[in-house]
């Protein structure tokens, strides 16, 4: 079942390599639903928003991001294509990966990872993860310490097919969420202290 409605007409390359964008590639530990794509970026493009529901409304085991695909034959010396993938996740982190300094290679792998996984073909990657502690201070000097994770990234497809970048996506999202990136049935285990 289709996932999406394009804002306005799109060159048929665009709209093939759409086609396979459906249900069946999002994680069902993940909420996902299409947004309102930015304006002012390429000619054309489509974008989705998701997060992990929490129904206990604490920062355990919280993860959202956004991705955008764009496309616009003009950019094609600068992306090295006609399309781009622009994806965003963030995450609390967990307290025994506060002092890891690793971080970033670690969730850069993660989405390579993903990507190899389901057969994306890409190039042009560039990227940053950021990591943010936040301490309370006066009122707030007794909340705990909460960390966060934040990784912006961007590649281009090099083949019309926008489904693995997806489903890449959406495995990374998962596993921020403390989900395997295997599948909802393979248990994610915690590091031994």
């Not at 993940?30 to 489509?46: G, K």
């Not at 940053?128 to 502690?133: G, H, P, S």
Request: hydrophobic content about 40%.
């Amino acid at each position: 079942m289709s996932i999406y409605e394009f804002e306005k007409d799109v060159p048929a390359q665009f709209a093939s390599a759409a086609l396979g964008l459906s249900s069946e590639l999002m994680r069902s530990e993940l909420e996902t639903h299409q947004i309102p794509s930015p304006a002012n970026i390429a000619d054309h493009a489509l974008a989705f928003s998701t997060h992990k529901p929490n129904p206990a409304d604490t920062p355990n085991n919280r993860a959202a991001g956004r991705i955008v695909f764009l496309f616009d034959p003009s950019q094609f010396e600068t992306w090295g294509s006609n399309m781009r993938v622009i994806a965003y996740g963030k995450s609390p982190l967990e307290s025994d990966v506060v002092e890891d300094n690793d971080y970033a290679n670690y969730w850069w792998g993660t989405l390579e990872l993903a990507l190899q996984k389901h057969g994306a073909l890409f190039s042009h990657s560039a990227g940053t993860i950021t990591k943010m502690i936040s301490t309370g201070v006066g009122g707030l000097a007794n909340e705990p310490v909460h960390t966060e994770i934040e990784l912006r990234a961007s590649w281009s497809p090099t083949e019309d097919n926008l489904a693995p970048h997806f489903a890449a996506w959406q495995d990374l999202i998962a596993d921020m969420a403390g989900f395997h990136i295997g599948g909802e049935d393979v248990v994610k285990m915690a590091r031994a202290k």
